[in-house]
């Protein structure tokens, strides 16, 4: 399996989005060296049967297909911008027309625009 990356994260903040049924998630790790604002809908949480508020899960960003029945989520999608920001790498992915907006603090992975990528979420708590 050609991992991208895999990190443990924490639900820092959930709120509606701008879309009737659309959920935000931001979360972060424990260091404050990634973040990631990801978008669901109301269906995908409920199918997941979690309850965001106060959770942990291990995200991972995939070059490969793996199936996904390890997962809880499980989606594919494409790089459609990177960006550098003061010294913060941002990789910005559409899923279906989900976003998913990942910024590393001087961190640097294997992506460029056009890359089709696996994304995988398992709840931890």
Same mark, same amino acid.
């Given at each position: 399996?050609?991992?991208?990356?895999?990190?443990?994260?924490?639900?820092?903040?959930? !709120?509606? =989005? &701008?879309?009737?049924?659309? @959920? @935000?998630?931001?979360?972060?790790?424990?260091?404050?060296?990634?973040?990631?604002?990801?978008?669901?809908?109301? =269906? %995908?949480?409920r199918?997941?049967?979690?309850?965001?508020?106060?959770? &942990?899960?291990?995200?991972s %960003?995939l070059? &490969? +297909?793996?199936?996904?029945? +390890?997962?809880?989520?499980?989606?594919?999608?494409r790089?459609? &911008?990177?960006?550098?920001? +003061?010294?913060?790498?941002?990789? !910005? %992915?559409?899923?279906? =027309?989900?976003?998913?907006?990942l910024?590393?603090k =001087?961190?640097?992975?294997?992506?460029?625009?056009? +890359?089709?990528?696996?994304?995988?979420?398992?709840? %931890?708590?």
């Amino acid at each position: 399996m050609a991992k991208i990356l895999e990190r443990r994260l924490v639900v820092d903040k959930l !709120y509606r =989005g &701008e879309l009737p049924g659309l @959920v @935000v998630l931001e979360l972060k790790d424990r260091k404050g060296g990634i973040s990631v604002r990801l978008d669901l809908t109301e =269906g %995908i949480l409920r199918e997941m049967k979690w309850k965001p508020e106060g959770g &942990e899960v291990a995200l991972s %960003i995939l070059k &490969e +297909d793996v199936g996904g029945e +390890d997962f809880k989520f499980y989606a594919w999608g494409r790089v459609y &911008e990177l960006k550098e920001v +003061d010294g913060s790498y941002k990789y !910005y %992915i559409s899923i279906g =027309g989900l976003q998913l907006l990942l910024s590393l603090k =001087g961190e640097r992975i294997r992506l460029n625009k056009g +890359d089709k990528v696996y994304i995988g979420m398992k709840v %931890i708590r």
